[in-house]
């Protein structure tokens, strides 16, 4: 038998099922719709919402009434991948409420079309000769038709992008360098659509110059979950296996909650190089196979209680098969028939844009190296539906291997799965909105500040249970004086906060280096990453930013802490972070920018480690990382010396090397640092 897999769930958010993200206004839309349709006359319009929040039917209001009141000629939707363009078809929006319905000519929706994306390119250009309005085409074919047609030719045009996350501002991209070129022209509105802002290869999806330009609406995570009428808890969790994963699935696969499993890809670390075979150990290890139904192509496996499960295979590569299952699962007859299918086993597929309402447990084995794959392979899990009233993700690691050469790969995937851990918690986690404590501060309405109600004389933690927004009061706190600056504090500090728990060096050091001051990661690392993430801030707008962004993530590590509790990480697994954030910043009392700065952000995530690994493997992932301690550079030095000149001028002396503070003999060492590189050039030009 293998090892016991330790269930340790890194996080557990409880939600108040308020049923108003689901609750439609006169006009048929729902909260998120209504908000993006109030932005509608923008030119260039950037909504970051969930999956299943209803960002489709948003687009078809906007785009509607941009073509009947906005002048402009035509909308062309564009999207990743064929089997999104479902998402555009007819709706009857006047049904619900709305002045028009939403119409697209079949033979304009070219992802219904046969064909390759080179080949509909001339489709393309017939459209934008005729009198239609709208056309639907993947991000493909609009590439080769803007190749082909020239941006001028979409002029007046709506150009609406699907999973905008798709594009980037590297030159290499295509969708963005074509995007890059209809901004600079300035003639075309452009609506882009995204469920998750963040990439994997850390790079930006926009120009800073073009982002600027676009109005931002953001739903998030919480407004949704929270306002759901069925799904109360949502767990995120990593959990370590050795040996095959085949051999340790079933320890994490409750055949008894719908599952998407997600095996990994067979040139990754965790693949047996067998696709097939690992689906046919999945299927054997599940009870006797009983054949596959003829309808549907489900494989039919029967269980040792008698009950028969319904399997879709999504990996066997033979046309005919997958075909046939994935055309029974869009089956729009069967959407809300639970007992149809059991369990989706799948590869590439039944990640964004997947709709299966009834999924209750997400489980990918090997990490994903791009947080927006697990975004939205989550995103599949987070469906509303009778019934549901919890769901999971489960990331399925190989545990490293002394034994084994491949050990830095084996840590390295453990890394990159708590960052996307860390950055999931932050995402799932109520808002959170800072502001100075200072005496004119007075109670916001709306806001509940617990029994006691609003204290002027200490830092307050208000919470508004209908926007999920916490609004926390803090002493020290640099506020941004930009607009800009503002509006990434109050929208974009998700966006910020992946950068920081991406980055290598902060990650390897938090969690494993023994000698670590807090502050060498909250102020200098974290400050050096959102210059370079926003370099057109001025230093004092970059503080801002810095000492918001810190303070979410650590806010949010310290309520998981209070929130989980006892030595077994199980026993208020239940319990919403809104209660340890309150918590946590009411037992401080006097919540201050430099005690925030003092923690360690990722001190909770070593623990909820050292529960989930052997000792053994733990072991080798710290020496593996003690191996590699990173020495100051003459940037750090410049960075350290610039916090001692403020540090000297709040203090009247510069710090001391000899101080008991490490953080104050860090700064100390930064300036020794540069005055020695400053001798030893004057030494050599002498």
């Known amino acids: 038998m293998p090892n016991s897999i330790r269930t340790i769930p890194s996080v557990s958010v409880s939600y108040a099922r308020t049923g108003a993200s689901t609750r439609a206004n006169v006009y048929g839309m729902r909260p998120m719709q209504e908000r993006v349709y109030a932005r509608r006359g923008e030119q260039y319009l950037l909504i970051k919402s969930p999956p299943a929040s209803g960002k489709s039917r948003a ?34 929006l006047s049904q619900f409420g709305f002045w028009a319905d939403w119409r697209v000519e079949p033979k304009w929706n ?12 001339n489709a393309v250009g017939n459209f934008l000769a005729s009198g239609d309005k709208v056309l639907v085409c993947t991000h493909a074919t609009f590439r080769f038709a803007v190749d082909k047609f020239g941006v001028e030719s979409f002029d007046d045009r709506l150009i609406a992008v699907d999973e905008f996350h798709h594009v980037s501002a590297n030159p290499d991209n295509k969708l963005g360098l074509h995007l890059g070129q209809f901004i600079a022209r300035d003639k075309a509105h452009i609506v882009a659509m995204t469920g998750s802002y963040f990439r994997g290869d850390a790079e930006a999806v926009l120009a800073p110059q073009d982002e600027e330009k676009f109005k931002h609406v953001t739903y998030t995570y919480y407004e949704q979950l929270n306002g759901y009428e069925y799904l109360k808890r949502l767990d995120i969790g990593y959990f370590f296996y050795s040996g095959s994963y085949a051999d340790s699935i079933l320890q994490v696969l409750d055949p008894a909650r719908k599952t998407i499993l997600h095996i990994p890809n067979v040139n990754s670390r965790e693949s047996t190089q067998d696709k097939y075979k690992e689906v046919e150990h999945i299927i054997e290890a599940l009870g006797e196979w009983q054949g596959a139904d003829p309808a549907t192509g489900f494989q039919l496996v029967k269980m040792a209680d008698g009950r028969v499960l319904r399997i879709a295979d999504l990996v066997d590569d033979d046309p005919a098969k997958r075909d046939r299952v994935a055309a029974a699962l869009k089956d729009s007859t069967q959407k ?41 392979i989550i995103g599949r899990a987070t469906r509303d539906a009778p019934g549901k009233t919890s769901a999971r993700f489960t990331n399925l690691i190989a545990e490293p291997d002394a034994t084994a050469q491949a050990v830095t790969e084996a840590v390295n995937d453990t890394l990159k799965a708590i960052a996307a851990s860390l950055l999931m918690e932050q995402v799932l986690a109520p808002r959170f909105e800072f502001r100075a404590k200072n005496p004119a501060n007075a109670a916001t309405e709306g806001f509940d500040y617990g029994d006691s109600g609003y204290q002027p004389g200490q830092c307050n933690v208000g919470f508004n249970h209908e926007t999920g927004q916490f609004q926390i009061e803090i002493n020290g706190l640099a506020e941004p004086k930009s607009e800009e600056a503002t509006r990434i504090c109050q929208q974009d500090l998700n966006e910020v906060i992946a950068a920081f728990v991406q980055d290598k060096t902060s990650i390897e050091r938090g969690l494993f280096d023994e000698e670590l001051v807090p502050e060498e ?27 918001h962004a810190i303070a979410a993530l650590n806010l949010t590590q310290q309520a998981k802490q209070l929130a989980l509790g006892g030595d077994d990480g199980e026993a208020g697994a239940n319990t919403a972070l809104i209660d340890g954030v309150r918590k946590f910043a009411m037992d401080v009392r006097d919540l201050n920018i430099d005690l925030i700065d003092r923690i360690n952000p990722f001190g909770e995530a070593y623990a909820i480690l050292s529960k989930a690994m052997t000792e053994e493997s733990l072991r080798q ?66």
């Open 110 to 121: 070219l992802c219904d079309a046969p064909g390759t994306d080179g080949g509909k390119v």
């Open 521 to 547: 990661l909250t102020i200098a690392r974290m400050g050096k990453i959102i210059r370079d993430k926003y370099p057109e801030l001025n230093e004092e707008d970059q503080e801002a930013v810095r000492q």
């Open 621 to 686: 992932v710290a020496a593996v990382i003690s191996g590699k301690r990173v020495a100051l550079t003459p940037e750090d030095a410049r960075d350290l010396a610039k916090r001692a000149l403020k540090f000297k001028q709040e203090r009247g002396r510069l710090p001391a090397m000899t101080a008991s503070d490490p953080w104050e003999r860090r700064m100390a060492e930064g300036v020794a640092y540069l005055a020695r590189m400053k001798a030893e050039a004057e030494r050599r030009g002498a």
């Open 59 to 92: 687009l078809m209001f906007i785009a509607l009434d941009k073509l009947a009141h906005q002048g402009l000629k035509q909308a062309i939707i564009v999207v990743p991948e064929k089997t999104i363009g479902a998402s555009f078809h007819d709706e009857p």
């Open 336 to 376: 809300d028939n639970r007992d149809y299918v059991d369990i989706i086993i799948a590869l590439g597929m039944a990640k964004e844009g997947f709709d299966w309402i009834w999924c209750e447990h997400a489980l990918t084995v090997g990490y994903r190296s791009s947080l927006t794959e697990i975004v939205q």
